[in-house]
C-alpha cells in the first residue's frame, strides 16, 4: 500500500514518499502526484479494475489557502441558523399564554379577592362569618401539614436545586462562557453547578420540613442528598451497562463515574447537610391562621374539580410554552445539531416559570373555593405534569423524526428521555408549590380571623 502526500502551502511544495515493499522509482510514477507537474483531479475518471490480492495505490492532495475568517468566527458557518422566525413563533405564543393567564391571575386578585376580603373584615358577627362559603371557611385547614410531608420537603428542597442550577447556567450561556465549541463545556457547568447547588437544596427543604413541625432534621437532609441522584444514576448505570455490552465507545469509562461519584458524596451531601443545618436552625415559619385541631370535612366536589383531571389540565399550558423550542433541544441531542440560541432559551424558560406560577395559583384558587384545603401536594403535581406532556412528545418526536431499529438504541433514547422528563417534573413542580405557597399565605394574612 502506498501513501503519497503532496501539500500545497501558498505555493511551497513538500513532498514525502510512504511505501511498503518493494519500491521501483524509475517505473512507479503517479501522474496525479508529480513533483514536476499539477494536475488538479475534480471528478471520478473510469473505474479502476481491483484484481484480488493486487495492491493499491491510492493519492491525495492538500491544497491549503488562506481564509479571509477570523479564528472567532470559523464555527459560523455551522452555527449559522436560518429559522429566527420559528423561534420568534415559540416566543410569541408563548407570550399569548402568558398574558392570558397573567389576565385571569388580575382578576382574581384585584377584584375577586379584594372584594372577598373586604367583604368578609366587614362582618361584625360570628353568625354573619358562619354563613360565608368558600376559601375564607377552610382558613383553620388550609395550613394543615400534608400526608407524606416529609417526601415532599424532599422534592421541593431538589427542585430549588435545580433551578438553581439551570438559571446560573442560563445565565453563563446568554453571557457567552458557554459555547457549542466547546464539547462538554454545558453538562459540565450543569454538573458542577448541581454540586454546589446543594447548599440551597438543603435549605429550602429544612425550612419547610421545620414548617411542618418536623425534628430530625438529618434524616431529611439525607434524603435530599441521596434520593433523586440515586434514582437518576440507577437508570444512568443500566443504560451505560448496555452501551458496554455493544462495546461502544460511547459508554462512561471507570475514571468518570468514579469522579462523578466523588462529587455527589464528597461535595453535594456534605453541602446539603450544611444548608439543612444553617435552615434547622432559622425560626420556624410562622402561618398567618391557626390550625384546627379537628380536620374539616371536604364537601363532595363537581367533577372538573377531581384531583387527577386539575393536575393532567395544569400541565397542558407550561408544556405549550416550551414545546416548540423543545424540538429543536431535541434535534440537537439526537440529530447531531447545533444548539447555540441561549437567549431564546432563557425567555423561554422565564416564559415556563410564569406560565407554571400563575396556572397553578389559578387552580390553586378554584380548589380552596370549593373548599377542599388539601393544596400542597396538588400545588406540585399541577405544574409537574407538564413533565408527562414532555415524555410523550419526546414518544411521538421517537416514532416521526428518528430512523432508530436497535433494541438498545431505543432503549438510551426513552431511558434518557425518562431522566429528562423526571428533572422537569421536578423543576416544574417546586415552581408551581413556591407560586401556591405565597399566594395562600398571602391572601389569608389580609383576612382577619378572631
Not at 85 to 110: D, E, K, T
Request: charged share 15%; aromatic share 18%; hydrophobic share 50%.
Amino acid at each position: 500500500m502506498c501513501c503519497q502526500f503532496r501539500l500545497i502551502l501558498w505555493g511551497i511544495y513538500s513532498v514525502k514518499h510512504e511505501y511498503e515493499g518493494k519500491w521501483n522509482e524509475g517505473n512507479t510514477r503517479l501522474s496525479t502526484c508529480d513533483p514536476h507537474t499539477k494536475q488538479t483531479v475534480v471528478n471520478s475518471n473510469s473505474p479502476q479494475e481491483v484484481e484480488e490480492g493486487k495492491e493499491i495505490i491510492f493519492t491525495y492532495d492538500v491544497d491549503f489557502k488562506e481564509s479571509d475568517v477570523k479564528w472567532a468566527s470559523r464555527w459560523d458557518a455551522y452555527l449559522l441558523m436560518n429559522d429566527d422566525q420559528i423561534h420568534w413563533f415559540s416566543i410569541v405564543n408563548s407570550l399569548m399564554i402568558v398574558l392570558f393567564l397573567s389576565g385571569m391571575v388580575a382578576m382574581i386578585m384585584l377584584r375577586t379577592l379584594y372584594r372577598d376580603i373586604s367583604k368578609y373584615n366587614e362582618l361584625e358577627t360570628q353568625e354573619e362569618a358562619q354563613e360565608e362559603t368558600g376559601w375564607k371557611l377552610v382558613h383553620g385547614d388550609v395550613f394543615r401539614p400534608p400526608q407524606n410531608s416529609d417526601l415532599l420537603c424532599v422534592y421541593v428542597g431538589t427542585g430549588v436545586q435545580f433551578f438553581g442550577m439551570i438559571l446560573v447556567t442560563m445565565i453563563f450561556a446568554v453571557l457567552g462562557f458557554l459555547s457549542p465549541s466547546n464539547r462538554g463545556g454545558l453538562m459540565t457547568a450543569l454538573l458542577l453547578l448541581w454540586v454546589f447547588m446543594g447548599l440551597f437544596a438543603g435549605y429550602s427543604a429544612s425550612r419547610i420540613y421545620k414548617m411542618f413541625k418536623g425534628t430530625e432534621w438529618k434524616r431529611i437532609a439525607f434524603r435530599t442528598a441521596v434520593m433523586f441522584p440515586a434514582i437518576v444514576s440507577s437508570i444512568f448505570f443500566v443504560l451505560n451497562a448496555l452501551i458496554w455490552g455493544q462495546k461502544s465507545s460511547g459508554a462512561v469509562p471507570f475514571g468518570t463515574m468514579f469522579a462523578l461519584i466523588f462529587l455527589w458524596f464528597g461535595i453535594s451531601v456534605p453541602l446539603v447537610f450544611v444548608g439543612s443545618y444553617v435552615g434547622f436552625k432559622k425560626p420556624a415559619i410562622e402561618d398567618p391562621v391557626k390550625t384546627n385541631k379537628i380536620p374539616r370535612q371536604i364537601p363532595e366536589q363537581a367533577w372538573y374539580m377531581n384531583p387527577i383531571f386539575s393536575i393532567l389540565i395544569g400541565g397542558i399550558l407550561p408544556f405549550g410554552a416550551v414545546f416548540i423550542e423543545l424540538f429543536f433541544i431535541l434535534t440537537s441531542i439526537w440529530l447531531n445539531q447545533f444548539y447555540y440560541i441561549f437567549g431564546f432559551l432563557f425567555l423561554v424558560f422565564v416564559i415556563l416559570i410564569i406560565t407554571c406560577a400563575e396556572i397553578t395559583i389559578v387552580l390553586c384558587y378554584f380548589q380552596l373555593c370549593s373548599e377542599d384545603y388539601l393544596w400542597w401536594w396538588r400545588s406540585y403535581l399541577t405544574s409537574g405534569s407538564s413533565a408527562l406532556y414532555l415524555f410523550l412528545y419526546a414518544t411521538f418526536y421517537f416514532f416521526t423524526k428518528l430512523e432508530i431499529t436497535k433494541l438498545v438504541s431505543g432503549l438510551l433514547y426513552f431511558g434518557y428521555m425518562l431522566i429528562a422528563s423526571y428533572a422537569f417534573f421536578v423543576l416544574t413542580g417546586t415552581i408551581g408549590f413556591y407560586a401556591c405557597f405565597w399566594f395562600t399565605r398571602l391572601i389569608y394574612s389580609s383576612v382577619k380571623i378572631d
